[in-house]
């Protein structure tokens, strides 16, 4: 399993993934900064009415910070993506596989390999890249959340599902269509996690629960607004009220239950690519 996790990364070193990801991480940091620079520059020079009672810096910086952590997640879903929507189908077309599956490796240890290769990866960059984003943040901004290490790691996990979908994928559809289909999910739980702030805004228990309910479909989403959640911590009144309005804005599905399903859903989600794996025609 060592060995095919070396090859892992090394083949998408050599398909330079690393190198586009990096580039796009950069451009990223750099618009953050200069956003985050502008943004608390301007705020000492706005004012709001003494009966708001919202706390600008608090809702500005924790909205800036859930952007932040939108383009984290949607950078890690590229990365995992490309790390493994050709991991079967690809290797299979190109003759690669048949002579990796055979006895002692199998096909098991193969995937499971391929699994641990981009999810260890995955998990690293999404870390590194959001507690750049919120040191950007509480430095330009002089505010740091209740919870700093939370939503990081919750991010993490929503990308560590993501590529067990991908992986799944991967098993049944080439490599091209994989990656449509995972955008497309991707997308999906996305505007999903939308229609529940709009559900609850407008207080329609119908769209709400259809939110719920995609969210526990796509647990990757449930796992990104029990992150988004974790920035809402200690605020009060009118903020939080504020906050919860924008679709980068707090949560309705956080806790230990969404985590629980979470993770039971990434073994069946394992347990599936496994068995079908093990029946798949190379």
């Not at 809702?59 to 932040?68: D, E, K």
């Not at 939080?240 to 979470?262: I, K």
């Amino acid at each position: 399993m060592t060995t095919i996790i070396r090859y892992a990364i090394g083949e998408a070193v050599r398909r330079k993934v690393f190198l586009v990801v990096l580039v796009l991480t950069l451009i990223f940091l750099g618009l953050d900064a200069v956003a985050n620079h502008y943004l608390f520059s301007d705020l000492t020079h706005f004012r709001v009415p003494a009966d708001a009672h919202v706390d600008v810096r608090t809702f500005a910086a924790t909205f800036v910070l859930g952007m932040s952590m939108f383009a984290t997640l949607f950078l890690g879903v590229v990365l995992a993506v490309f790390l493994t929507l050709g991991a079967v189908s690809g290797d299979a077309e190109r003759g690669l596989l048949q002579p990796i599956v055979v006895r002692p490796i199998g096909r098991g240890s193969m995937l499971l390999a391929r699994f641990f290769a981009a999810a260890g990866v995955c998990v690293v960059y999404v870390l590194v890249v959001y507690f750049v984003a919120l040191v950007i943040t509480g430095t330009e901004g002089s505010w740091w959340p209740h919870s700093i290490v939370a939503p990081g790691v919750l991010l993490a996990a929503a990308v560590v599902v993501m590529t067990a979908m991908s992986l799944l994928g991967s098993v049944f559809l080439a490599g091209t269509a994989n990656g449509i289909a995972i955008f497309m999910l991707f997308i999906a739980g996305l505007v999903g996690g939308l229609l529940g702030t709009i559900g609850h805004l407008l207080g329609s228990h119908t769209i709400s629960h259809a939110a719920t309910i995609t969210a526990y479909v796509l647990p990757f989403e449930a796992l990104y607004q029990d992150a988004l959640h974790q920035l809402t911590t200690g605020t009060h009144g009118f903020t939080t009220f504020l906050l919860q309005l924008g679709p980068f804005g707090g949560s309705y599905n956080s806790g230990w239950g969404v985590r629980g399903w979470a993770a039971a859903y990434l073994v069946l989600v394992g347990a599936v690519a496994l068995k079908a794996f093990s029946r798949r025609d190379l």
